[in-house]
């Protein structure tokens, strides 16, 4: 039961309440990033001014991809193993998370799983309590803490370490990635619809680029923009998370990162990630979904107020209940 308190954010981790140790500024990687956002953004308006048409759709299809290897792929199945994929899966996570141009993804899940054990401590690399522009940006640019051993034993990665995909796209990453991510991309352009090198350079070079790293930062700071504040009480239909889907859940993430619904529970219909991700499922690419019930959710809360059950006692249950629904449901028989 005591086992999901560690994804369950929380202050109540004893010990960890200490400040992260000093982390300094990368200033390769600013100039890299400074880079990336002048060319990228004049990237974007040649978008709108100079591009073929092709080169357009072919900008948002890569973005697409790259959007479903961050979040479907790094986040919800690598990060919380929220569902267990079949190895076509995992490869396709695989390409489309090295499309997406943000590192490996063995580091992105330890520092995301490190945001989640600390969250609301001192020790989060991306504290919230430093405000958007910190965890939105800054964290990224600085080195990694003196005391980085202490994380990598505090951090469990061993359901990771067993994936060979993300074996092979950590050791082969700069490789795979340059000619995958970058020279590929770029040249197919130029070749099949004599788009301008000058053009596919800016856009499906830097301005893509712009936009992965930005939503690979985003899945660690999101909660600053649209999550709920401290205190705060919305009507639930009320506050527009995305473009197309409404949701407060971020808050939810925090809570239950398990559930394969992520930020989407409460509206799950409009989330393009949960529609692809219930697509795979009927298409026998994935099973054992874990998510829960609103009554479950309800009666966790009973149990809290009405007896000496701590909350984490509590939402364990309801993440073994979620276990137990999902491991049923892939027993069943599906046509
Ligand atoms: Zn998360």
């Known amino acids: 039961m005591r086992e999901s308190t560690e994804q369950n954010n929380n202050n109540s981790i004893s010990g960890n309440n200490n400040e992260i140790k000093k982390r300094s500024m990368k200033w390769i990687v600013i100039l890299f990033y400074t880079y990336l956002h002048i060319f990228g953004f004049v990237g974007l308006y040649f978008l709108f001014i100079k591009a073929k048409w092709m080169t357009v759709f072919y900008f948002l299809f890569l973005v697409t991809i790259s959007f479903i290897g961050l979040t479907a792929g790094a986040h919800r199945l690598y990060a ?22 943000v590192g490996s993804m063995y580091n992105w899940v330890f520092w995301h799983k490190m945001h989640h054990k600390y969250y609301g401590t001192k020790r ?38 067993m994936d060979g995909y993300v074996w092979t796209q950590r050791k ?10 970058f020279v590929l991309p770029i040249h197919a352009a130029v070749v099949y ?14 301005a893509r680029l712009l936009i992965t790293t930005n939503i690979s930062w985003l899945i660690n700071s999101a909660l600053l923009i649209w999550g709920l504040k401290k205190g705060s009480k919305f009507p639930v239909d009320d506050n527009s998370v995305f473009f197309l889907s409404k949701s407060y859940w971020l808050n939810y993430h925090y809570m239950l990162p398990w559930d394969w619904k992520s930020e989407e529970f409460g509206s799950y219909e409009r989330g393009l990630i949960s529609f692809i991700l219930k697509m795979w499922y009927e298409l026998g690419f994935i099973n054992q979904l874990k998510t829960t019930t609103c009554d479950d959710i309800r009666e966790a809360l009973y149990k809290v107020v009405s007896s000496e059950m701590t909350l984490d006692e509590a939402l364990a249950e309801v993440k073994q209940n979620a276990e137990e629904n999902a491991y049923r449901e892939m027993l069943k028989y599906h046509h």
């Open 80 to 101: 919380h193993q929220t569902y267990v994929a079949s190895s076509q899966i995992r490869f396709f996570i695989m390409l489309a998370h090295t499309i997406a141009g």
């Open 124 to 161: 989060d690399p991306y504290n919230h309590n430093r405000g958007f522009f910190y965890s939105h940006v800054v964290s990224n640019l600085l080195s990694v803490p003196s005391d980085i051993k202490t994380y990598e034993k505090d951090i469990d990665m061993r359901d990771v370490d």
């Open 172 to 181: 082969f990453y700069w490789i795979l990635f340059i000619v995958l991510g």
């Open 193 to 206: 619809w004599d788009e301008s090198y000058t053009n596919s350079f800016l856009i499906i070079g830097a």
